[in-house]
């Protein structure tokens, strides 16, 4: 199976700094990447998919970029609602598999 | 507005089985593969089944293939998992979510989840 490594695991930054996440594959998977978020206590919510699309109603200081095995989500100014998890996803194979996760946490 | 509401979770014992349902609404759910996704207390997402909008075709990742089964009743807007032989590593919050379309295998809405905890 593909295996996603997010990294780093932990990331502490402060409101209105800039956010760089980093989700790697251990092999290709074309541009059939996803990246979600989710706060505490609730479900995640899809920001992008195919690598770059942003999803309906995705704030436009989110960005994704990547292809193959390196993909980065960005966060170009961080507000405060956008402190908590993040995970990517891949489909180019079957099984559907996530990366373990990005925290960022308020410094 | 999608809305996706899991339920059935509930404490079982090892060995044990479980059915969990989803209910949709908000959106032409006949038309929308679906799936199931879990996630144990503080880790991280799995994926654990997906089925077609016809109910053709079903997949699951190896790990759970014969334990676990998906399925759906599109004239009941409803989704469910059956779960058997549940083992203490089966426990989780089980998401509900609606595959994006066309069939995109990106997950775009999601339930709140419901709580399985296997334990003797």
């Known amino acids: 199976e593909i295996v996603l490594t997010q990294s780093p695991a932990t990331l502490s930054l402060s409101p209105g700094e800039r956010a760089t996440l980093s989700c790697r594959a251990s092999q290709s998977v074309g541009n059939f990447l996803a990246w979600y978020q989710q706060k505490p206590g609730q479900a995640p919510r899809l920001l992008f998919f195919?690598?770059?699309s942003r999803a309906t109603g995705i704030p436009a200081r989110f960005s994704g970029s990547g292809s193959g095995t390196d993909f980065t989500l960005t966060i170009s100014s961080l507000e405060p609602e956008d402190f908590a998890v993040y995970y990517c996803q891949q489909r180019n194979k079957w099984p559907l598999t996530f990366g373990g996760g990005t925290k960022v946490e308020i410094k | 507005q999608v809305h996706l509401v899991e339920s059935g979770g509930g404490l079982v014992k090892p060995g044990g089985s479980l059915r969990l349902s989803c209910a949709a609404s908000g959106f032409a759910f006949s038309d929308y593969y679906m799936g199931w996704i879990r996630q144990a207390p503080g880790k991280g997402l799995e994926w654990t089944s997906y089925?077609?909008?016809?109910?053709?075709?079903?997949n699951y990742p190896d790990s759970l293939k014969g334990r676990f089964t998906i399925s759906r009743d599109n004239a009941k807007n409803s989704l469910y998992l059956e779960m058997n032989s549940l083992r203490p590593d089966d426990t989780a919050v089980y998401y509900c979510?609606?595959?994006?379309?066309?069939?995109?295998?990106?997950?775009?809405?999601w339930g709140q989840g419901t709580l399985v905890t296997v334990s003797s």
């Open positions: 195919d690598g770059t």
């Open positions: 089925i077609s909008s016809g109910r053709q075709n079903t």
């Open positions: 979510a609606r595959v994006r379309w066309p069939n995109s295998y990106y997950f775009d809405s």
